[in-house]
């Protein structure tokens, strides 16, 4: 049975890895997309929950109802709660631009994770809200 030949590295060859600067700067890149991504989809939930126009059947065929989103007030709030998340994403690009350029600012990244996560969850709040109403209309 033959071995193959074994390659020792020495020193700095053994333990070459990515630098920080470049994890940090694709990391900061994912997050300047994901923003755009988030931003496109809050405006469009709201622009969708917004000009809805709907007419609904009830007992018989002849009698409608017209339903608006401000026909509810948790639709209302639902509509309110993405427009916010939406201008707050757009008004954090230019800071995540930053992030790309400078990777070393610490206490804006901390900032914007302590905004993200408070826009989380008015935007949970937003959505589970309107699921609510809908699962009680049917």
């Not at 469009?44 to 000009?51: E, H, K, L, P, Q």
Request: net charge positive; aromatic share 8%.
């Amino acid at each position: 049975m033959k071995t193959a030949p074994v390659l020792v590295l020495e020193g700095s060859e053994a333990h070459k890895s990515i630098p920080k600067v470049r994890v940090s700067r694709v990391l900061s890149v994912l997050d300047f997309i994901l923003r755009v991504v988030a931003a496109l989809g809050t405006l469009a939930s709201a622009i969708a929950m917004g000009t809805s126009r709907q007419t609904l059947p009830f007992v018989a065929q002849f009698a409608r109802f017209k339903a608006n989103y401000n026909d509810l007030p948790t639709f209302t709030f639902f509509v309110i709660v993405n427009s916010i998340v939406c201008v707050y994403l757009v008004l954090s690009l230019p800071v995540s631009i930053v992030h790309i350029i400078w990777t070393g600012a610490v206490k804006s990244r901390i900032t914007l994770v302590i905004f993200d996560t408070a826009m989380m969850g008015l935007l949970t709040a937003g959505a589970s809200s309107a699921t609510a109403i809908v699962f009680l209309a049917h």
